[in-house]
């Protein structure tokens, strides 16, 4: 089974900290994503990267940078963390870019800026 | 771009009915449909697909159907059981691109025992 796993279940953290989501996936897969998920608002992609090193950006990217140094992490970066960055984080992996494939989604990371 | 709208935003229907979730999208290039199911405290998890070259899809007791003309799917459960209680998710790929997915709102469908 594809297995993606995400670094925490649940965060708390300070205004104006740099706070890092951690993201692994155990299938060799090339492409990976962060989305947000806010009631209401459903899945919005924050950044997707299709191979290492590289990184496109989604609808939302202001506010966060992404790293993706090895083929199986892809971390989600918020520079200086604000209270309106509150959010469940979804990270996401698929086979490759050559055709449509499913993506395979993590648990979350339930983040709390205070 | 791409946007996707999904109707409605809940949907509370009794065992053993069915239910049907609608989705529109805008972007006529978009040829890759995929549905998820996200259970409480879980991340979404793909159900069913549809590619634009289909235009019904079954899966027991889950179906997809697709009308290209009219730029909208829909999600069909049969039989419905607790179990399907959730919350789904359809989405698009925007502009035929091969990687990533724009995604609506979500439905929360309860089904009642």
């Known amino acids: 089974d594809v297995k993606v796993t995400q670094s925490s279940r649940y965060l708390v953290k300070r205004t104006g900290e740099k706070v890092f989501l951690e993201c692994v996936q155990d299938?060799?897969?090339?492409?990976m994503f962060w989305y947000r998920q806010d009631p209401g608002l459903g899945l919005r992609l924050i950044y997707f990267?299709?191979?290492?090193?590289?990184?496109e950006k989604g609808d939302i990217p202001e506010g966060y940078s992404v790293s993706r140094e090895k083929k199986e992490r892809f971390s989600l970066i918020l520079e200086s963390a604000s209270t309106n960055q509150t959010s469940m984080y979804l990270c996401?992996?698929?086979?490759?870019?050559?055709?449509?494939?499913?993506?395979?989604f993590g648990p979350g990371t339930r983040l709390l800026v205070l | 771009g791409e946007n996707v709208e999904q109707h409605p935003s809940t949907l509370s229907v009794q065992e053993g009915d069915s239910a049907v979730i609608k989705c529109t999208y805008s972007d006529s290039a978009s040829n890759y449909f995929p549905w998820y199911k996200q259970e409480l405290g879980k991340g979404p998890q793909l159900i069913i697909d549809?590619?634009?070259?289909?235009g019904e899809k079954k899966d027991q007791r889950i179906a997809v159907t697709l009308n290209k003309t009219a730029k909208h799917f829909s999600l069909h459960i049969t039989e419905t059981q607790p179990e399907d209680s959730a919350v789904y998710f359809c989405?698009?790929?925007?502009?035929?691109?091969?990687?990533?997915?724009?995604f609506g709102k979500g439905t929360k469908l309860s089904v009642k025992p």
């Open positions: 996401a992996s698929s086979i490759s870019g050559r055709a449509q494939e499913t993506q395979y």
């Open positions: 299938m060799d897969h090339e492409n």
């Open positions: 990267s299709y191979d290492v090193k590289m990184k």
């Open positions: 989405a698009a790929n925007p502009g035929g691109s091969q990687g990533n997915l724009i």
């Open positions: 549809i590619r634009s070259n289909v």
